[in-house]
Every structure is written in C-alpha cells, then in structure tokens.
Nanobody
Framework: QVQLVESGGGLVQAGGSLRLSCAASGRTFSAPTMGWFRQAPGKEREFVARITWSGGTNYADSVKGRFTISRDNAKNTVYLQMNSLKPEDTAVYYC???????????????WGKGTLVTVSS
C-alpha cells in the first residue's frame, strides 16, 4: 500500500502562485510514477501533470508553461508549482501514484484525498 498526503492548497488571487506538495509513504517503489489531477465543481476529474521516477514530465495543455511538476525521491515527495493562476484553475487537486499514469487516469493505483485550490478574480 501507498499513502499519499497533499498539502499547500488555499486561496490565491488571479496571477498568483501556489506550491502543492504530496508526501508518499509505504511501498512507494511499487508506484514510481506520480502525478496530479484536478476536479472543478460540476466537472469531471482531469489530468494536470505527471512525472516518472527518472524525472520525465508531461502536462495538460491548459497548464503548460504555468505549472511545473518535480519530485524529490529521497523524500518521496512530488511538488506542483503553479504560477500565473487563473480562476479556471480552481479545483480540488489530487495526487496520484502508480506504475504508470495516463492522461485518462489509467494506471493510477493510489489517490490522495485532495487539497482545495481557489483562485479569485
């Protein structure tokens, strides 16, 4: 089992920045790929970014150039630096981990409980 705990969400004005963290514990070697998804009110969960154990990254087009995913393998922690935030980025952000992760969420074996990000206009 792998446990994922997100932190860093909150309220920020449009144009501002936030950094989310996701700390993993347990059998982390079984879920080397980590990522972030988000779910806005009334919408389906969507892919945001993912990072492999070796540091390869992929982003949703909607966040490319504004968000950066990174990881510290020694700390079993993945980060999401979010800059130039927009009101449409408002959502609950979920950390995910698995052997692989697709943009549709296939391959995710573990989910965190989520952290709320609210961007005011």
């Amino acid at each position: 089992q792998v446990q994922l705990v997100e932190s860093g969400g909150g309220l920020v004005q449009a144009g501002g920045s936030l950094r989310l963290s996701c700390a993993a514990s347990g059998r982390t070697f079984s879920a080397p790929t980590m990522g972030w998804f988000r779910q806005a009110p009334g919408k389906e969960r969507e892919f945001v970014a993912r990072i492999t154990w070796s540091g390869g990254t992929n982003y949703a087009d909607s966040v490319k150039g504004r968000f950066t995913i990174s990881r510290d393998n020694a700390k079993n922690t993945v980060y999401l630096q979010m800059n130039s935030l927009k009101p449409e980025d408002t959502a609950v952000y979920y950390c995910a981990a698995g052997g692989y992760i697709t943009r549709l969420g296939n391959g995710v074996d573990y989910w965190g409980k989520g952290t709320l990000v609210t961007v005011s206009s």
